[in-house]
Nanobody
């Protein structure tokens, strides 16, 4: 079973950038469509971006043009480049399969966008 560990979160000012990484182990992530999800305080966890095995991508409307999902199959890693960050992007960010698997959630990485 694939295990996922997210990293790269932190505190950033509005308009800033962060790059999140998701390291997979225990399996080959290139076999799966993968996604980044986020959960803000008091809200449900939603898909932010997804990428298929073939590299096709899908984004939530709220992040289109600002976020970019990518995968490095050689390193078994998935990235989320986040630019032009807004306070409403504040959340815990998780990677998982796409669609998500209930048994594959990691601990996530916290992103706080604030001045």
């Amino acid at each position: 079973q694939v295990q996922l560990v997210e990293s790269g979160g932190g505190l950033v000012q509005p308009g800033g950038s962060l790059r999140l990484s998701c390291a997979a182990s225990g399996g080959d992530s290139s076999r799966y469509s993968m996604g980044w999800y986020r959960q803000a305080s008091g809200k449900q966890r939603d898909l932010v971006a997804g990428i298929t095995r073939g590299g096709r991508t899908n984004y939530a409307d709220s992040v289109k043009g600002r976020f970019t999902i990518s995968r490095d199959n050689a390193k078994n890693t998935i990235h989320l480049q986040m630019n032009s960050l807004k306070p409403e992007d504040t959340a815990v960010y998780y990677c998982n399969l796409w669609p998500s698997s209930a048994t594959t959630w990691g601990q996530g990485t916290q992103v706080i966008v604030s001045s």
